[in-house]
């Protein structure tokens, strides 16, 4: 049976059963998805079969590695993307980077995601970035 299939490992099962949850209307790739639904493990299969770990969204032109730094949960996924080789300082359309990604998931008054800025220290993200072509509204 597929879940039989599923349970074993089958990695192409996997592959289909992703995609065929994918709504066709979405500006999101398998990828970003994975990162968004915490699964390290469909990560690295993606991106080992050929996912384009730098792939940015239509719309915000986000990143893997950027949704992966803006929720504490999803540390499993940074780490994953990190290790794999994503850009630490990439930037989308605004600019942003994923440390300011991190960052801008916090309230102003209590950084929630400590562990995700403290790795993306680590891994030698660029302290020094600014943001361009942004006002105050972004």
Request: with cysteine; proline share 4%.
């Amino acid at each position: 049976t597929p879940c039989l299939k599923w349970q074993r490992g089958d990695w192409s099962l996997q592959l289909l059963c992703f995609f065929l949850c994918l709504d066709p209307v979405s500006y999101y790739n398998p990828l970003h998805i994975a990162v968004l639904r915490n699964r390290p493990d469909m990560v690295r299969l993606l991106v080992g079969h050929g996912a384009d770990i730098e792939k940015r969204d239509r719309i915000h032109e986000s990143s893997p590695l950027d949704l992966a730094s803006e929720e504490s949960e999803r540390l499993p996924c940074l780490i994953t993307l990190l290790d794999l080789g994503a850009d630490v300082n990439s930037r989308d359309k605004h600019g942003k980077t994923s440390l300011l990604h991190a960052l801008a998931s916090s309230d102003g008054l209590t950084v929630h995601n400590t562990e995700n800025i403290r790795l993306l220290l680590e891994r030698g993200t660029d302290t020094h970035v600014f943001m361009y072509k942004c006002t105050c509204a972004d």
